[in-house]
């Protein structure tokens, strides 16, 4: 897993009936979101561009998933081939094949932007990094074992009183010990 990422498009809707596209590259092997961008008009060039920005410097991983969506058009194609990353692309109608990345576009859905009312693009940007922080330092997945997509050390109970610090304006809390 560690070789290996999913990318994917998730469509937002702001307040001013703008049709927002977010694209995700996550990391398999902890769940982790290495890089995501929104933009309102996707094209090939644009995400052969987000790609680059993901894997800088020889950090490719060996296999990409990705789904049958038209913007990954040749542009995209040539730039996989350049980072020397073999791509798999799911069947058509079929998310489950991508099913890892799926799954991360439903929690941000579930857990962050259906509580949120998006107002314009620079805004959907703050709210997505301030969950994005929550999500890799905070969240909590059974698939790693409940620990976080960074891993973090278990706090002993002789540290001192529970505090919390609210995320998204209440909307997730954030739990530690705070020393004595």
Known sequence: MAETAAIDFLTVHT?????????????????????FNLTANPTAAWTSLQLIQAF??????????RDRDGVYGQKVIDTLDLLDIEQTVTAPRSPWQNGY???????????CLDHVIVLNEKHLRRVLKEYLAY????RTHLGLEKDAPEP?????????PVDGKSVLGGLHHRYYREAA
Do not use: K
Not at 101 to 111: A, K, Y
Not at 135 to 138: D, K, L, R, V
Not at 152 to 160: D, S
């Open 135 to 138: 999500y890799h330092g905070s």
């Open 56 to 65: 800088p410097f020889d950090s490719s991983p060996r296999y990409l998933i």
């Open 152 to 160: 973090r050390a278990v706090q002993a109970r002789n540290m001192g």
């Open 101 to 111: 990345c799926e799954r991360v576009i439903g929690t941000i859905r579930r857990e």
């Open 15 to 35: 307040a001013t009936f703008r049709t927002l596209y977010v694209f995700l590259v996550l990391s398999l092997d902890r769940r982790r979101i290495v890089h």
